[in-house]
């Protein structure tokens, strides 16, 4: 089985490091430089920017 590579855009990666403050880091010393902590807190972020999403279109489909 082949593993999914690039579920998340580069633009929404990089606007996650940007909102969690670790961007800087990204920028010297790329993404192989976060932490696991950080790294998790983007997809912890991630999973709750699509749970928003969709129940926006849930909410949407409703009406």
């Known amino acids: 089985m082949s593993r999914r590579r690039r579920t998340m855009s580069m633009q929404f990666k990089?606007?996650?490091?940007?909102?969690?403050?670790?961007?800087?880091?990204?920028?010297?010393?790329?993404?192989?430089?976060?932490?696991?902590k950080e790294a998790g807190n983007m997809v912890k972020?991630?999973?709750?920017?699509?749970?928003?999403h969709l129940a926006q279109q849930s909410m949407n489909q409703q009406k």
């Open 14 to 36: 990089e606007q996650l490091a940007k909102d969690l403050g670790f961007y800087d880091v990204v920028k010297q010393g790329g993404w192989g430089s976060i932490t696991s």
């Open 45 to 52: 972020r991630a999973v709750e920017i699509a749970q928003q």
